[in-house]
């Protein structure tokens, strides 16, 4: 098995930010993975729950469709991407989440979503800022594909930082620290893929 992370469109999804984020993850993710591919079809926002008071969708249960969705696909890891304001039974809205690989599906398969929604300025009323958009769009990729290699939450200057709000998100830098970075190659030197 090849490992490859593969952009999973969940409804429509610009174009350009995909190419942008194959691109980025590929340069940030060249020691760990073959590859980096966006797929073609989409996955319909109709498998989503959508809460018309909140104007949010539910993404509660989508990381275990999106594990049935890819298992006989046998996708090393999966990244689902949506641009619409994602909430859990758990938190008002969130950036992303992901599955930690608890079993040996998930090692070999791992699952992880991420909203680009709250990621423009203009979601904040400030004017539009396309640099800013992207390296927030390739720093919760990075974070979310972290914990699907194992990686918890960090208290160093590292992309794994908790972050509950954007400004928590602008202050942790893209990179992995040198421990997370480690754990990520004793994870992946330990699976057979
Ligand atoms: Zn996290
Ligand atoms: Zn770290």
Do not use: W
């Not at 350009?16 to 073609?40: G, W, Y």
């Amino acid at each position: 098995m090849k490992k490859v992370i593969y952009l999973q469109k969940i409804g429509d999804v610009d174009d350009i930010v995909l190419k942008k984020l194959k691109k980025n993850l590929k340069r940030r993710f060249f020691n760990h993975v073959d590859s980096v591919e966006v797929l073609e079809k989409k996955i319909s926002l109709s498998s989503l729950q959508y809460h018309p008071e909140k104007k949010q969708y539910d993404v509660s249960f989508f990381l275990n469709c999106l594990k049935k969705f890819v298992k006989n696909k046998n996708q090393f890891r999966t990244l689902a991407i949506i641009d619409k304001d994602i909430y859990t039974n758990d938190y008002n809205f969130i950036f992303g989440r992901a599955h930690y690989p608890s079993n040996e599906f998930l090692k070999t398969n791992g699952v992880a979503l991420i909203s680009i929604y709250r990621l423009r300025e203009s979601f904040y009323g400030r004017s539009e800022n396309k640099r800013l958009f992207k390296s927030r769009i390739l720093k919760e990729a990075i974070h979310e594909i972290g914990h699907t290699f194992n990686i918890k939450h960090c208290k160093k200057y590292c992309v794994m930082q908790y972050s509950s709000s954007l400004d928590e998100a602008d202050r942790k830098p893209l990179n992995f620290c040198k421990s997370c970075l480690k754990e990520i190659d004793v994870f992946l030197n330990n699976i057979s893929v």
